[in-house]
Nanobody, 127 residues
Framework: QVQPVESGGGSVQTGGSLRLSCAAS????????MGWFRQAPGKEREGVAHINRDGAITYADSVKGRFTISRDNSKNTLYLQMNSLKPEDTAMYYC?????????????????????WGQGTQVTVSS
């Protein structure tokens, strides 16, 4: 399916780790541009980390040094390794993918938006 499917969410204590996965297939080309977003109750959705077709990565300042985005191109699977988790990381985490021409041609940026969105996986960090 084209729609990404997230997994790996759960509940951990402060300082713990989780690894999120996002699987999808049937894009028009590979690798595509992908990213992780999160939305906490009462807050706007925010970008967490993104990776473009060439592998260039961007992180939100709030997760730099703690989160690592990676992917397995052979499996069209995106990962988010989250370490040193904090209560403020509690949110629904969404995976997004884009196989537009902008991504293919290299003109894509995270602000370009994403075509496909997953249903989300909940991450809860307790103090």
């Amino acid at each position: 399916q084209v729609q990404p499917v997230e997994s790996g969410g759960g509940s951990v204590q402060t300082g713990g780790s989780l690894r999120l996965s996002c699987a999808a297939s049937e894009y028009t080309f590979s690798p595509v541009c992908m990213g992780w977003f999160r939305q906490a109750p009462g807050k706007e959705r925010e970008g967490v980390a993104h990776i473009n077709r060439d592998g260039a990565i961007t992180y939100a300042d709030s997760v730099k040094g703690r989160f690592t985005i990676s992917r397995d191109n052979s499996k069209n699977t995106l990962y988010l390794q989250m370490n040193s988790l904090k209560p403020e990381d509690t949110a629904m985490y969404y995976c997004a993918a884009d196989d537009s021409y902008a991504c293919y041609s290299g003109s894509w940026s995270p602000s370009s938006g994403f075509v496909y969105w997953g249903q989300g996986t909940q991450v809860t960090v307790s103090s």
